[in-house]
């Protein structure tokens, strides 16, 4: 009897609260829409006073108005430097995180917690040292000079989420390999490297996104207009006469360039937590 | 499964004592080898600049000139440090910057526990519609963040005062929220910041609920437990290590919050919404004054580890594992 009575109260909380998840997700998502939603409006659309939420015709004029003479130089700058810190600090940071995981050695303790303790220093804290020493090697306002800072937190980043991956692969993997012949080198190409490649991939993925992101350092060591990153384009581009209410336009660059963050991120996150090396040990 | 089987015997058959020492000998150099770049790297790039910014607290780098030749730099001993401190806007900042965080986190942790508890109790398609909501929030870039929400709290045609009006404020219309600069830091840049920060939470906590054992809820249940009880006496608990690392990984996200409020201020923040990220940006890099940068950095650190000193202890215990 009470199974009987229960049942349509229980499906009653539930859509109850799938009513209460809608309402939070369409707040939560609500930014977001208007963003895009923005890019499309025209301008006799955004200065209406009221606001309408859907377009009452679409307008993508605000995709040319962002880019500004600017706008392909500093997102090539952008490409060039977050692929290249990320490149370099790939190949450093797969060396120390296989030394972590994979060897016993003196002073390893104190390297893991260094590198633990050092992703907590702010970035602002470390460019105020930073930017004297860039500023006698001459790096200031190059692209070699930011490279070069943003290995600041990918190589930590990278060398701990690495080393999560690396410890996850059994040990036993590669010494089966070698007790069939091969050397240790060609035990880690031939047996770690394939089943670490989806974890390199991924880790990648995330040092890039964070150095795409990333804003004080950019600011404060590129310099002038055709030098800037794509957020400090951004920030610029919103501040300056021309642009400050053109709110299509700042919308439209946003999007531009958070676009490929938002795509990768998405299709990685997933990926970041599912177990690589599941049943490669089985039986 | 004959491999592993096999191995013992014979890797002590093919393993003679020379060549057993050799490997050693290089396993021990080796580890080193593979460090040594990032060890390199990290000292240049990370560890004399840290270096070299608390030499410059004791200096008295205070403008260009001095910056682009170093040479004219002196030691000052403490006179930075007692000028810094003797300034009424540091103890400011510095006490904005502390209510403002707990604040941040404070509501960033509740709300995160509230939409991670829903998630446990919709319908897949609900769930999976919120956790992908959650995801575009997340991947958001905060300067873009900042920038999309300058647009929705304008205030000539912003959509925030519109949605007030429609809802029944009348007079909220055209409401400036960036004239009081603790509206602005308090209410808008805390609704940027606890909207970025709450995707992670959520997923991270909702992820710790699901390994709660259901045997144990269940037991509470039939032991005549109510929901509420339930939840502060059996999944809270298990929950408590997981807490406090979203605590600690809040703090130090939110005490040195810069991106959303420069985008947010357009690049220009008015002294109410100098928290102490913007106050060291405004001293070091807006006016030049890079010892007074210095100084303000040191202060910071310190007070990051003095909140996180638990946090540090956990992780030096990491360090102690395997």
């Not at chain 1, 300056?240 to 700042?250: E, W």
């Not at chain 2, 990290?42 to 607290?57: D, E, K, N, S, W």
Request: aromatic letters at 12%; one cysteine or more.
């Amino acid at each position: 009897m009470s199974t009987y009575r229960r049942a349509p109260r229980r499906a009653m909380t539930t859509a109850f609260w799938n009513t209460v998840a809608m309402v939070v997700s369409i707040v939560l998502g609500f930014p977001i829409y208007w963003m895009l939603l923005t890019t499309v409006k025209s301008n006799k659309d955004l200065i209406a006073q009221h606001p309408t939420f859907w377009p009452s015709h679409w307008d993508f004029s605000s995709f040319s108005s962002a880019m500004d003479d600017n706008f392909g130089a500093n997102l090539w700058n952008t490409v060039v430097i977050t692929l290249g810190s990320v490149a370099i600090s790939l190949v450093v940071g797969l060396l120390a995180a296989l030394a972590v995981a994979r060897f016993d050695f003196r002073g390893r303790k104190p390297f893991i917690v260094a590198i633990l303790v050092v992703q907590m220093v702010p970035l602002v804290t470390i460019l105020v040292g930073l930017l004297p020493v860039l500023n006698s090697a001459n790096l200031i306002g190059s692209l070699l000079g930011l490279i070069l800072a943003y290995l600041v937190f990918t190589i930590p980043f990278i060398i701990w989420t690495l080393r999560t991956y690396i410890v996850g692969i059994p040990a036993e993997l590669d010494e089966a390999a070698m007790v069939d012949g091969c050397t240790k080198a060609q035990a880690f190409r031939r047996v770690v490297l394939p089943l670490l490649a989806p974890g390199l991939v991924s880790t990648g993925v995330f040092a890039w996104i964070q150095a795409w992101n990333e804003f004080v350092m950019a600011r404060q060591i590129m310099g002038p207009a055709q030098n800037k990153t794509a957020m400090v384009w951004l920030t610029f581009f919103s501040s300056t006469p021309s642009h400050g209410s053109d709110y299509s336009g700042q919308m439209a660059g946003a999007l531009i360039i958070a676009a490929p963050v938002i795509i990768l991120f998405t299709i990685f996150q997933s990926r970041l937590s599912t177990g690589l090396t599941a049943g490669a040990v089985k039986g | 499964m004959s491999v592993t089987q096999n191995r013992p015997s014979q890797r002590e058959v093919q393993s003679p004592p020379p060549k057993r020492r050799g490997v050693t000998v290089r396993g021990k150099s080796l580890p080193y080898l593979f460090l040594a770049p990032s060890v390199v790297v990290l000292a240049t790039m990370m560890g004399y600049p840290l270096v070299r910014m608390v030499l410059l607290a004791f200096q008295n780098m205070n403008n260009y000139r001095k910056f682009v030749n170093p040479s004219l730099v002196s030691y000052v001993g403490f006179q930075t440090f007692s000028s810094i401190l003797s300034d009424p806007l540091f103890w400011q900042v510095i006490r904005r910057t502390l209510i403002w965080t707990a604040l941040n986190v404070g509501l960033s942790m509740l709300i995160a526990m509230a939409i991670a508890a829903l998630l446990g109790r919709i319908s897949p398609w609900a769930r999976v519609t919120l956790i992908t909501v959650l995801l575009f929030v997340w991947s958001m870039p905060t300067i873009v963040t900042g920038t999309v929400f300058r647009w929705l709290f304008d205030n000539a045609y912003g959509v925030i005062d519109y949605i007030l009006y429609l809802v029944g404020f009348k007079g909220m219309l055209h409401h400036d929220w960036f004239a009081d600069p603790n509206q602005g830091l308090y209410v808008v840049v805390t609704s940027v910041v606890v909207w970025g920060a709450l995707p992670f939470l959520v997923l991270a906590l909702h992820a710790g609920m699901t390994q709660v054992p259901t045997e144990l809820k269940e037991a509470a249940r039939v032991d005549g437990a109510s929901p509420l009880q339930v939840y502060r006496n059996v999944t809270l608990p298990i929950l408590r290590p997981l807490l406090l690392i979203t605590t600690a990984l809040s703090f130090i996200w939110d005490f040195q919050v810069f991106n959303q409020i420069w985008t947010m201020r357009n690049g220009a923040p008015e002294q109410g919404y100098w928290t102490i990220g913007v106050y060291l940006f405004e001293q070091a890099f807006d006016r030049n004054r890079y010892s007074d940068g210095a100084v303000i950095s040191v202060a910071m650190i310190v007070i990051m580890m003095l909140v996180l000193v638990f946090y540090i202890r956990q992780m030096l215990r990491i360090g102690d594992q395997k």
